[in-house]
């Protein structure tokens, strides 16, 4: 069995922000060598995600738009924020988001439907985040 | 490590359908001969489910009736469905019920506690869909 | 490719309870003596959940205050309760927060960022439920 471990790093512009990484994690299967087995991506902080869905920009936009109905944000909404943060509404997007994605490796390539493609989703950005790639298998 | 995949195809009556697909993933076991491992099972298609839960009817309309609240159908609710689709609620309703299981085999059995049972959930059916079952271990 | 597994079970006082299992999973990770590879923690139940998010008091008030006013208990609001159960939210209640979280181990430890701790969600508590830890790699 091998294993193959990458992190990747993101730094927002946008306090709400969603990346197609599926190329980045394309390049890190690549580098393992690896043809059949399992591929986590998640996300390491507890404000962001890591999903699989449409790359279409109206439907980022329906997540966003959704997403503040769900869980909106506000200083005075959390207790969480009591702690002197204002990012408890991050922490409930993401959990509705999911904080990371299992993908089958079979061929040397990830095993994807038409149109799924993997998505860093940032909800409390403007700082440096990580993701980490691990690629178990042979 | 060996390790098997198999795709499952389905193609709904209904717009919205639960599937139980516990025993295509058991068989997709046996045929993989492995004993001691990790299985995914994932939707390929980012309009459906697979999410594991209760084989019990009325909690299969009670998910119905509560994600038609949180993310109603609409052609005119969605920036999505701007592109000529319909299904911008899908999207949203298979991400609250998630894309993929990760299940243990230990034994060489799904490895569940009483009432865990697999399905696979269509939130815009009546076409072909596909499902993976990826197994890894020994 | 080494397996292991193992079984923690909770029984807790509350209906509502998070309870965090990291340093449970770390003692298994350590049996286990594998150095590379992927653990996943699922719940067993189909009313509890195995999430990861920050260790903070306030931010789990925020959890349960939120999953009420998205799926609130309630005997007549479910059609699943027809079964004589009273218990229909917990099963939504647990389908948000998610079933298992599947940890990378790197070096023979819990691949985590910063604040990433594991936990267990009971939703229908004061009764005997069973999380599973299965480690694979090598």
């Known amino acids: 069995m091998k294993a193959y471990t990458q992190y990747l790093t993101f730094n927002t512009k946008e306090k709400y ?5 599926t190329s ?4 890190a299967l690549k580098k393992s ?3 059949e087995g399992l591929c986590l991506v998640n996300a390491m902080h507890i404000t962001a995600s890591v999903f699989i869905n449409d790359d279409e920009g109206g439907l980022h936009q329906d997540f966003i738009i959704w997403l503040e109905k769900l869980a909106p944000f506000g200083k005075d909404k959390y207790k ?4 002197g943060e204002d990012n408890g509404d991050a922490h409930l997007k993401r959990t509705i988001m999911g904080r990371e994605v299992v993908v089958a490796i079979t061929g040397g390539k990830l095993d994807f439907g038409p149109w799924e493609q993997i998505f860093y989703g940032e909800f409390d ?3 440096k985040k ?4 691990k690629i178990i298998g042979e």
Chains 1, 2, 3 share one sequence.
């Open 17 to 21: 922000e969603f990346i197609n990484i």
């Open 24 to 27: 980045e994690v394309g390049e």
């Open 33 to 35: 060598g690896i043809k």
């Open 80 to 83: 969480h924020n009591l702690t």
């Open 125 to 127: 950005g403007q700082r």
């Open 130 to 133: 990580r993701v980490l790639v």
